[in-house]
Nanobody, 121 residues
Framework: QVQLVESGGGLVQAGGSLRLSCAAS????????MEWYRQAPGKERELVAG???????NYADSVKGRFTISRDNAKNTVYLQMNSLTPEDTAVYYC???????????????WGQGTQVTVSS
């Protein structure tokens, strides 16, 4: 089993910055993709950013140039640095990791508990 613990959310004024962290623990041999999603009230959950085990990244158009995803493989941790925040970034942010089940080629996805990010105008 794998557990994810998120941290770093909070209240910030428009133009400010926050850094989210998501640490994975448990029976982990290898993590492939690590991602951040967000869900605003009344909206569907959307992919914000992803990073492969090799470090390749992808971003939603709405956050390109403002958010940076990174990972520390030794710590099984993914980060999301969020700069130039706007009220439209207000949402619950969730990390999602793709873990290879030991001794198989099966990939299982795990979700964090979510952390609230609120940007005031």
């Amino acid at each position: 089993q794998v557990q994810l613990v998120e941290s770093g959310g909070g209240l910030v004024q428009a133009g400010g910055s926050l850094r989210l962290s998501c640490a994975a623990s448990g029976t982990i041999v290898r993590i492939n993709v690590m991602e951040w999603y967000r869900q605003a009230p009344g909206k569907e959950r959307e992919l914000v950013a992803g990073i492969s085990s090799g470090g390749s990244t992808n971003y939603a158009d709405s956050v390109k140039g403002r958010f940076t995803i990174s990972r520390d493989n030794a710590k099984n941790t993914v980060y999301l640095q969020m700069n130039s925040l706007t009220p439209e970034d207000t949402a619950v942010y969730y990390c999602n990791v793709h873990v290879v089940v030991p001794f198989t080629v099966v990939i299982r996805r795990y979700w964090g508990q979510g952390t609230q990010v609120t940007v005031s105008s």
